[in-house]
């Protein structure tokens, strides 16, 4: 069974230009998670949506900051305008959520974006 | 925000070896995952951990979630040199649906 696919896998881009990352969950996971990795920070959580809907986004560092999930098998991660302090790699992870416990399975991670801006 | 200490933060060790690593929280966590990455790849789930006292093995790795609910611990016994790369803890709060992460193990083994 496929993973989490991200896309692209590495990104150059110049500063002040839009950066989209995409991501496709697993088949069937209803959660999806957007977190960005530095060697400062870890892994921070930006956001996440459960049944395409943002639950929560305080993750998010600024208004240059965006993601969106049209559907249950597609999301992006939208940075414009990107600045240097963006460089990281972008994690989105999946899992499935039962209710009524809220239990939170296992999240899956995909082999992550590396930004760079120059 | 929640903080996870995990350590240690680094490790040298011998082939053949055993290892230890741990997550503390200040808050009670009802799941523990633990996570393997590789350079340049995302983490992959090693060990998902549900109730207190549990202790779950995945070949040679073994993971306890801690009985005060605040930590968990990661085992790796008879290491090997595919065993290198950064460890992950994650801990959920009950009714809370995200994790917090710990800041990583790096392990290197020397073969």
């Known amino acids: 069974d496929a993973g989490v696919i991200q896309s692209p896998r590495h990104e150059v881009t110049e500063m002040g230009q839009e950066v989209t990352l995409r991501c496709k969950p697993i088949?069937?996971?209803?959660?999806l998670f957007w977190y960005r990795q530095t060697m400062m920070r870890g892994l921070e959580l930006l956001i996440y949506?459960?049944?395409?809907?943002?639950?929560?986004d305080s993750g998010m560092p600024e208004d240059r900051f965006s993601a969106k999930m049209p559907n249950a098998s597609f999301s992006t991660l939208k940075i414009q305008p990107s600045e240097p302090r963006d460089s990281a790699v972008y994690f989105c992870?999946?899992?499935?959520?039962?209710?009524?416990?809220?239990?939170?399975?296992?999240?899956?991670f995909g082999p992550g974006t590396r930004l760079t801006v120059t | 925000g929640q903080q996870l200490n995990q350590s240690p933060q680094s490790m040298f060790i011998q082939e053949g070896e055993d290892v230890s690593m741990n997550c503390t929280s200040s808050?009670?966590?009802?799941?523990w995952l633990w996570y393997k990455q590789d350079p340049g790849e995302g983490p992959v789930l090693l060990i998902a951990?549900?109730?207190?006292?549990e202790l779950t093995s995945n070949g040679r790795l073994t993971a306890q979630f801690g009985i005060t609910r605040k930590d968990s611990f990661l085992n790796i016994s008879a290491s090997i040199p595919s065993d290198v790369g950064i460890y992950f803890c994650?801990?959920?709060?009950?009714?809370?649906?995200?994790?917090?992460f710990g800041s990583g193990t790096k392990l290197n083994v020397k073969p």
């Open positions: 808050s009670i966590f009802n799941t």
């Open positions: 088949s069937g996971h209803n959660s």
């Open positions: 992870a999946s899992s499935f959520q039962s209710l009524p416990r809220l239990l939170v399975n296992e999240q899956y």
């Open positions: 994650a801990g959920r709060i009950y009714n809370f649906n995200k994790f917090y």
């Open positions: 949506f459960n049944n395409n809907v943002p639950i929560d």
């Open positions: 951990l549900y109730k207190a006292g």
